[in-house]
């Protein structure tokens, strides 16, 4: 079989690029190593940008909207009203969304194929896979895109390295009665964890409460501990191993006479900040369709998305040297006039604006450690790439 792309992985990011790739009259396969097209239950929280990518959104993909994000920290909290809300979304659902749309604009979606080898060809590359009964299935493309997560079998075999990961784990939990559905609240607590807790509901009844953690061990005690304090039961858990940005990490790779690009986890399009995947992933998969329809280089089309994903890296690295007590003056510093810039402006769409903060409320300098771009620049040279083994998702 000769394909004009193969992509390998169901991914959300895999499937929108089929999608996009099919929209174009490019004749797609997408592989995926599963039986059924049936992924792990999870909640997440995206910015309004998903609905320019994804006008058409409804349930079951779409579970509720947050109108109001509450950030605190040990001593005091702020809260910032959103202009437009931000949306509540069943990854499985969306999933299973755009593999429908997938199929219906021409794309072969291959299930039970599991990525076995790519060997490189004067005139394009032949990829390998095999089934559940070791049955070989053989196909040859001229352009691959790797949409196989973070531990990407597609980017180890081309040599490419996997991006830095972190677990997040979270629980799902009966909503207090007090609670407000639309409200999203982050605490955070640099004694448990560099990045944060959240609560996030998923309708007016229920919600999930969950942390990103630095230790895979230590995880399910931190957040019981948490649940405890906050008053939460769990009724189950959601968990994953989620890819993070890094500027060195490389996403396109000539392999023979064939091009290989990541998308997604693949190529860590991740905000740092906030661990956030999904908007930036779509983004991704659509630069990499759109670097195949009109043969430019892929970095040329992420340009923008590259620009975004920088940005939260450098904050990341800023905040990373925070303690509690530094939190507890940031939350202090966020006056009127930030909260209405927080209130205009999503978490994926802050490259070209964020330095107004710093006229917004010049105290922000203050909280700035002293060092400089150098500095940041240095901590990405010397930040390990290679990603620890893999996770199963946690039941």
Same mark, same amino acid.
Request: one cysteine or more; glycine letters at 6%.
């Given at each position: 079989?000769?394909?004009?792309?193969?992509?390998?992985?169901?991914?959300?990011?895999?499937?929108?690029?089929?999608?996009?790739?099919? *929209?174009?009259?490019?004749?797609?396969?997408?592989?995926?190593?599963?039986?059924?097209?049936?992924?792990?239950?999870?909640?997440?929280?995206?910015?309004?940008?998903?609905?320019?990518?994804?006008?058409?959104?409804?349930?079951?993909?779409?579970?509720?909207?947050?109108?109001?994000?509450?950030?605190?920290?040990?001593?005091?909290? +702020?809260?910032?009203?959103?202009?437009?809300?931000?949306?509540?979304?069943?990854?499985?659902?969306?999933?299973?969304?755009?593999?429908? #749309?997938?199929?219906?604009?021409?794309?072969?979606? *291959?299930?039970?194929?599991?990525?076995?080898?790519? +060997?490189?060809?004067?005139?394009?590359?032949?990829?390998?896979? !095999?089934?559940?009964?070791?049955?070989?299935?053989?196909?040859?493309?001229?352009?691959?895109?790797?949409? &196989?997560?973070?531990?990407?079998?597609?980017?180890?075999?081309?040599?490419?390295?996997? $991006?830095?990961?972190? $677990?997040?784990?979270?629980?799902?939990?009966?909503? $207090?009665?007090?609670?407000?559905?639309?409200?999203? *609240?982050?605490?955070?607590? +640099? &004694?448990?964890?560099?990045?944060? /807790?959240?609560?996030?509901?998923?309708?007016?009844?229920?919600?999930?409460?969950?942390?990103?953690?630095?230790?895979?061990?230590?995880?399910?005690?931190?957040?019981?501990?948490?649940?405890?304090?906050?008053?939460?039961?769990?009724?189950? =858990?959601?968990?994953?191993?989620?890819?993070? /940005? !890094?500027?060195?990490?490389?996403?396109?790779? @000539? =392999?023979?006479?064939?091009?290989?690009?990541?998308?997604?986890?693949?190529?860590?399009?991740?905000?740092?900040?906030?661990?956030?995947?999904?908007?930036?992933?779509?983004?991704?998969?659509?630069?990499?369709?759109?670097?195949?329809?009109?043969?430019?280089? /892929?970095?040329?089309?992420?340009?923008?998305?590259?620009?975004?994903?920088?940005?939260?890296? =450098?904050?990341?690295?800023?905040?990373?040297?925070?303690?509690?007590?530094? /939190?507890?003056?940031?939350?202090?510093?966020?006056? $009127?006039?930030?909260?209405?810039?927080?209130?205009?402006?999503?978490? &994926?769409?802050? @490259?070209?604006?964020?330095?107004?903060?710093?006229?917004?409320?010049?105290?922000?300098?203050?909280?700035?450690?002293?060092?400089?771009? #150098?500095?940041?620049?240095?901590?990405? &040279?010397?930040?390990?790439?290679?990603?620890?083994?893999?996770?199963?998702?946690?039941?």
């Amino acid at each position: 079989m000769d394909w004009d792309c193969v992509v390998v992985g169901a991914s959300s990011a895999g499937l929108f690029a089929a999608l996009e790739l099919a *929209q174009a009259g490019k004749r797609v396969a997408l592989f995926e190593q599963a039986q059924a097209l049936h992924p792990a239950r999870r909640t997440l929280i995206v910015t309004p940008s998903l609905r320019r990518i994804l006008p058409a959104l409804r349930a079951p993909v779409l579970l509720h909207t947050i109108r109001d994000l509450v950030l605190a920290s040990a001593r005091g909290e +702020t809260v910032v009203t959103l202009n437009d809300p931000d949306l509540i979304i069943e990854r499985g659902a969306l999933i299973q969304t755009l593999a429908e #749309q997938a199929r219906a604009c021409g794309v072969s979606l *291959q299930l039970n194929r599991r990525f076995h080898s790519i +060997t490189p060809c004067t005139d394009g590359a032949e990829l390998k896979f !095999h089934d559940a009964a070791r049955n070989e299935h053989i196909v040859t493309t001229r352009a691959v895109i790797g949409a &196989d997560g973070v531990f990407s079998d597609v980017a180890r075999a081309v040599g490419l390295k996997h $991006p830095p990961s972190v $677990p997040i784990l979270q629980a799902e939990i009966e909503l $207090p009665p007090s609670w407000d559905s639309a409200v999203t *609240q982050v605490w955070f607590d +640099t &004694d448990e964890t560099r990045f944060f /807790y959240w609560l996030i509901p998923e309708s007016p009844t229920r919600a999930v409460v969950g942390l990103v953690g630095d230790e895979r061990a230590q995880m399910r005690h931190i957040l019981r501990r948490f649940l405890e304090r906050e008053g939460f039961k769990p009724l189950a =858990y959601q968990g994953a191993r989620i890819a993070l /940005y !890094h500027p060195r990490i490389k996403t396109e790779i @000539a =392999y023979g006479g064939a091009r290989v690009v990541l998308v997604g986890d693949a190529a860590g399009q991740v905000k740092v900040t906030t661990v956030g995947g999904t908007v930036s992933g779509l983004w991704g998969a659509r630069a990499a369709a759109r670097a195949l329809i009109s043969e430019r280089a /892929y970095a040329l089309e992420l340009r923008p998305l590259t620009r975004e994903l920088e940005l939260h890296w =450098y904050l990341r690295a800023v905040l990373d040297r925070f303690d509690n007590r530094a /939190y507890n003056e940031l939350i202090q510093v966020v006056n $009127p006039r930030v909260r209405e810039f927080l209130s205009a402006h999503n978490r &994926d769409e802050l @490259a070209g604006v964020a330095w107004q903060l710093l006229f917004l409320q010049p105290r922000f300098l203050k909280l700035l450690p002293q060092f400089g771009w #150098q500095t940041l620049r240095r901590r990405g &040279d010397r930040s390990r790439l290679a990603a620890p083994a893999p996770d199963e998702f946690i039941s």
